[in-house]
Antibody, heavy 123, light 107 residues
C-alpha cells in the first residue's frame, strides 16, 4: 500500500518561500510510470492543481503559479518537493501531495493522497 | 485552462435516496473525467476515473457517465457515510482542473 506524507513549516512569512516535501513509502517513487503531484485547498474552498513531476525531473506547472514555482525529486530518499516563492496570504492553504497514475491518453487520476499539511502565510 | 462547473453546489438528501451530481467542461474532454469524495478533515478519495470506471474498492452504488462536455455522478441508495463533498477533475489537459465541488448534506 502506497503512503504519502507531507512535511514542512506550517507558518511562512509573506514574501518568503514556502517549502514542502512529500515522502513516499510502500513503493519506490521511481517504479512505474507514475507522476507525483501537489494540490492545494484554501480553507472551506475547492481544490487547485499546482503541478506534477516525473522521476526524471520533468515537470508541468499550473501557469497561474509557474513564475513562483519549483518542484524537484530525490529518488534516493523516495521524496519529491515543492518550493513556492514570494508567498502572500492567498497562498494559505492545505497542501496535499498525491500520486498521479496515467491512464490511456489522459493525464490520469490521483489515486493516493497524503493527509495534507496546513501552511499559513502570515507575519 | 479548461473550466469545470458542477451543479448543484449543495444538495440535501436522505438515506436511501438516489442523487445525481453534474459536471460540465468548458470544452470537450473526451472521457477524461475523474470524481473524488472528500470528507471533512480528510484528503479526497478517488471514486471514478475515465468518466465511468469504478476505482478499486469503491462500492457499486457509485456510478459515473458522460463524454465530451457533460458528465454525471450518481449515488444509488445513499448511506450515512456518503454525506461528503464531491469534486470532478478533468485530466485532458494541463493544468488539471477541478470543479468547485458539491456538498451533499443530510436532509
Amino acid at each position: 500500500q502506497v503512503h504519502l506524507q507531507e512535511s514542512g513549516p506550517g507558518l511562512v512569512k509573506p514574501s518568503q518561500t514556502l517549502s514542502l516535501t512529500c515522502t513516499v513509502s510502500g513503493g519506490s517513487i521511481s517504479s512505474g510510470t507514475y507522476y507525483w503531484t501537489w494540490i492545494r485547498q484554501p480553507a472551506g474552498k475547492g481544490l487547485e492543481w499546482i503541478g506534477r513531476i516525473f522521476t526524471s525531473g520533468t515537470t508541468n506547472y499550473n501557469p497561474s503559479l509557474k513564475s513562483r514555482l519549483s518542484m524537484s525529486v530525490d529518488t534516493s530518499k523516495n521524496q519529491f518537493s515543492l518550493k513556492l516563492s514570494s508567498v502572500t496570504a492567498a497562498d494559505t492553504a492545505l497542501y496535499y501531495c498525491a500520486r498521479l497514475t496515467p491512464w490511456e491518453y489522459s493525464y490520469g487520476f490521483n489515486d493516493y493522497w497524503g493527509q495534507g499539511t496546513l501552511v499559513t502565510v502570515s507575519s | 485552462d479548461i473550466q469545470m462547473t458542477q451543479s448543484p453546489s449543495s444538495l440535501s438528501a436522505s438515506v436511501g435516496d438516489r442523487v445525481t451530481i453534474t459536471c460540465r467542461a468548458s470544452q470537450s474532454i473526451d472521457n477524461y473525467l475523474n470524481w473524488y469524495q472528500q470528507k471533512p478533515g480528510k484528503a479526497p478519495k478517488l471514486l471514478i476515473y475515465a468518466a465511468s470506471s469504478l476505482h478499486s474498492g469503491v462500492p457499486s452504488r457509485f456510478s459515473g457517465s458522460g463524454s465530451g462536455t457533460d458528465f454525471t455522478l450518481t449515488i444509488s441508495g445513499l448511506l450515512p457515510e456518503d454525506f461528503a463533498a464531491y469534486y470532478c477533475q478533468q485530466s485532458y489537459s494541463i493544468p488539471l482542473t477541478f470543479g468547485q465541488g458539491t456538498k451533499l448534506e443530510i436532509k
